[in-house]
């Protein structure tokens, strides 16, 4: 099966190109439309996402385009995320799975990652991250901690169905008999999709953005998101949204409900979201970023998903260790453990100020 754009760094050409610039790029519809030439174009990538990150959270935005001979030869969002827990953060690309230098050959993602690096000094930040879905030759450390879960699609859902295991495809079936349905849709679904994920979150004591920032990136990307609820009869038990571009589909957020678990309704939610984007032509489901190991990384096995190693590259502009702002930190596992333990009007206040601070 192809396995989509995480697969495999860009294929050099015979020669890199000539006279490679970077500098700002103001032009977004020359920025997408390279996008659209490149096999390592992701939906993170888009234009758009300056103008989402930057009206909902006030994050300033450093979009670097590579040009050779007129021609756009590569791009690379960075995003300044500046908070009083974490700092001063330079990003690529914060909030979401990956982001790093999307270019036509190695030296252009190189002459891009230093201008990031340049960047980083000028505005003094406290550490430049680079997201990247393959090794970048940069002389930066990279964590390793990271992997994407990838399917490779068909036209036919039915090529995956048989593919699976039969304990598998009887785990799904038995789901089914739960009265479980999924419906799909836009920014109409947002308030049933919100309420989910607040609870959702709350449990894992992690802290969610606004809900203007979901109906943001709804309206900014109308025909690149879907909403997916999963429900018992009216009861909505898990939710995710989902973006599309080049022919992949991205999984950005899930959560479930208290009942999510006992009625296996992400056997349900997950084999919809599958089909729906075989039925759309795409050629891959990246379900999203998962830790080595994991159990999110087992469940995501077992739609015969595999894991391609993620790199994400640091830089401290000072100097000094690479930052450990993780969720096995063990100096945030008590400021997890207390978030699970409050009530959602408290998550809720405070999670909208405090989730824009951790990239």
């Known amino acids: 099966m192809a396995s989509g754009p995480l697969a ?12 490679i610039t970077v500098g700002p790029c103001v032009d977004e519809n020359r920025w997408n439309a390279f996008l659209g030439t490149q096999e390592s174009g992701s939906f993170y990538h888009l234009a758009a996402w300056q103008r989402v990150n930057g009206e909902s959270f006030g994050h300033r935005s450093f979009p670097l385009a590579a040009y050779s001979a007129g021609e756009v030869v590569g791009v690379l969002p960075l995003v300044l995320v500046e908070s009083r827990l974490f700092g001063r953060i330079l990003c690529s690309m914060p909030f979401v799975n990956f982001g790093g230098p999307c270019a036509t050959h190695p030296a252009v993602e190189q002459a891009l990652a230093r201008a990031a690096i340049a960047k980083a000094s000028e505005l003094a ?7 990247c879905t393959h090794p970048v030759d940069i002389g930066l450390e990279a964590s390793l901690r ?13 090529t995956l169905w048989n593919a699976f295991t039969s304990k598998h495809r009887k785990n799904v079936k ?11 849709g836009g920014v109409e679904l947002l308030s049933t999709f919100y309420s989910m994920m607040e609870e959702s979150w709350r449990n894992l004591g ?9 109906e943001r990136v709804l309206r900014t990307f109308p025909d690149n998101t879907r909403v997916f609820v999963c429900h018992r009869k009216e009861e909505p038990v898990a939710v995710a949204l989902t973006g599309y571009f080049n022919g992949v589909v991205e999984g950005l957020w899930a959560g479930g409900g208290a009942r999510a678990r006992e009625l296996d309704a992400n ?28 159990g999110s990384e087992e469940f995501k096995r077992k739609w015969n998903a595999e894991p391609k190693q993620l790199y994400w590259y640091f830089h401290r502009p000072g100097g000094g260790p690479m930052p450990s702002l993780n969720v096995d930190n063990p100096k945030y596992r008590m400021a997890i453990s207390a978030w699970r333990r409050m009530p959602l009007w408290a998550t809720r206040m405070l999670g909208r100020h405090i989730a824009p601070s951790i990239p």
């Not at 760094?9 to 890199?16: G, K, L, S, W, Y």
């Not at 038995?174 to 799909?184: G, I, P, Q």
């Not at 992690?206 to 979901?214: C, D, G, M, N, V």
């Open 146 to 158: 990271k992997v994407s879960m990838t399917i490779g699609l068909a036209p036919d859902p039915d």
């Open 125 to 131: 930040v406290d550490y430049l991250e680079l997201r």
């Open 174 to 184: 038995r789901a089914y008999k739960n009265d479980l349905a999924v419906k799909s």
């Open 267 to 294: 056997y349900v939610l997950y084999w919809e979201m599958i089909r729906d984007g075989c039925q759309r032509g795409c050629r891959a489901f990246h379900l999203g970023r998962s830790t080595a190991d994991s």
């Open 206 to 214: 992690t802290p969610l953005y606004s809900r203007a920032y979901f």
């Open 8 to 19: 495999t760094p860009p294929a050099p050409p015979d020669q890199a190109p000539p006279d």
